[in-house]
């Protein structure tokens, strides 16, 4: 198993510039999440998809951000514009059903600067 | 108040001693607590999780949940520098997302 899959790793943008992320969750699992990681604010939940559905978006910081989950195997997080304020490392997740169970597997993160 | 409290650390532990890492919750309706380990420059990984009250052994690893206290903890027995990582307590709030706290930087000293 190839485990979830992200790209791009890195992304280096200047301020207004669009962002789109990238999100291949594990095959079989239902729930995706998306996260963003910083050192002042630790790890948030952003959104989250059940069965390619968004069933709790009050994480996104502003309608700058949107995401997307048009199948089972592929999300997107967008970004529009982007802002120095957005640099962190955003998480993409994904589990099978009792999602509170919190077995969660992540991927590897995009490390994002925006300058 | 925070929903998921940690000490940032760095704690220090030598290594073959016992490393004891402590989380409170805000949210009395939890019901579901995690452990994740997140080594520097990577992704979090789940190592533990505990839904009852008491002690929740595996390997060399203990958690402890405490309801009445609001409070969770991971033991790390004969540690070892592997161990070296951020630890992050998850609890599942009343809505029904994992809340991360923002985890506590464990140093394991050889």
């Known amino acids: 198993d190839a485990g979830v899959i992200q790209s791009p790793r890195h992304e280096v943008t200047e301020m207004g510039q669009e962002v789109t992320l990238r999100c291949k969750p594990i095959s079989g699992h239902d729930y995706l999440f998306w996260y963003r990681q910083t050192m002042m604010r630790g790890l948030e939940l952003l959104i989250y998809f059940n069965n390619n559905v968004p069933i709790d978006d009050s994480g996104m910081p502003e309608d700058r951000f949107s995401a997307k989950m048009p199948n089972a195997s592929f999300s997107t997080l967008k970004i529009q514009p982007s802002e120095p304020r957005d640099s962190a490392v955003y998480f993409c997740a994904s589990s099978f059903s009792d999602h509170l169970g919190g077995n969660q597997y992540f991927g590897p993160g995009t490390r994002l600067l925006v300058l | ?110």
């Open chain 2, 1 to 110: 108040q925070k929903e998921v409290e940690q000490n940032s650390g760095p704690l220090s532990v030598p290594e073959g001693a016992i490393a004891s890492l402590n989380c409170t919750y805000s949210d009395r309706g939890s019901q579901s607590f995690f452990w994740y380990r997140q080594y520097s420059g990577k992704s979090p990984e789940l190592i533990m999780s505990i839904y009852s009250n008491g002690d929740k052994e595996d390997g060399r690893f203990t958690a402890q949940l405490n309801k009445a206290s609001q409070y969770v903890s991971l033991l790390i027995r004969d540690s070892q520098p592997s161990d070296s990582a951020t630890y992050l307590c998850a609890v599942n709030s009343r809505d029904d997302k994992i809340i991360f706290g923002k985890g506590t930087r464990l140093h394991i000293l050889p």
